[in-house]
């Protein structure tokens, strides 16, 4: 089973977009094994975009992403890479297909409300980098 990890990042946060983030990737059928509130320290934030050190716009990234807190939640399902993706929409927000979270909500790629993974092998990385094995739930959705 796939996972991938979401940050409903400072932006959505701050213009109390969380739930609604959340009820998309509910309503897609993802499902939630882990969610958390949190400040990211520069330390992380670092390692989670170490893929994009080195580009212009990543100190910014590190800034923004440490700015204010987010939640961050691993969904679990199949094909939950490229659901998720579907869902959140293009990372440049004006070319985001309406319907999208970021075609819905967003107009900057700097602030483009949340991330998603983009592979299977990235999924399971970043999840580990922000959750412990024990924060991770394996539950059943008829009980
Ligand atoms: P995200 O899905 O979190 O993955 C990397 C992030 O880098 C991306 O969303 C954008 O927020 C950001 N990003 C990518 N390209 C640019 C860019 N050209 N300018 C500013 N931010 C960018």
């Known amino acids: 089973m796939e996972r991938t990890l979401i940050i409903v990042k400072p932006d959505a946060v701050q213009r109390g977009l969380t739930g609604e983030v959340i009820k998309r990737?509910?309503?897609?059928?993802?499902?939630?094994?882990?969610?958390?509130?949190?400040?990211?320290?520069?330390d992380l934030a670092q390692k989670h975009y170490a893929v994009h050190e080195g580009?212009?716009?990543f100190e910014g990234l590190v800034?923004?992403?440490t700015s204010a807190p987010v939640v961050v939640?691993?969904?679990?399902g199949n094909n939950a890479i490229a659901a998720a993706r579907k869902t959140i929409g293009a990372t440049r927000p004006t070319e985001a297909e309406a319907g999208t979270i970021?075609?819905?909500?967003?107009?900057?790629?700097?602030?483009n409300l949340v991330h998603g993974s983009d592979s299977v092998e990235n999924g399971e990385l970043e999840v580990s980098n922000f959750?412990?094995?024990?924060?991770?739930?394996?539950?059943?959705?008829?009980t």
């Open 25 to 42: 990737f509910e309503q897609r059928g993802l499902k939630i094994v882990g969610m958390k509130f949190i400040h990211m320290t520069k």
């Open 55 to 57: 580009k212009p716009f």
């Open 63 to 65: 800034t923004y992403i």
């Open 73 to 76: 939640m691993a969904l679990e």
């Open 102 to 111: 970021r075609g819905d909500y967003g107009m900057e790629i700097g602030r």
């Open 131 to 142: 959750f412990t094995e024990a924060e991770l739930f394996s539950w059943d959705r008829s």
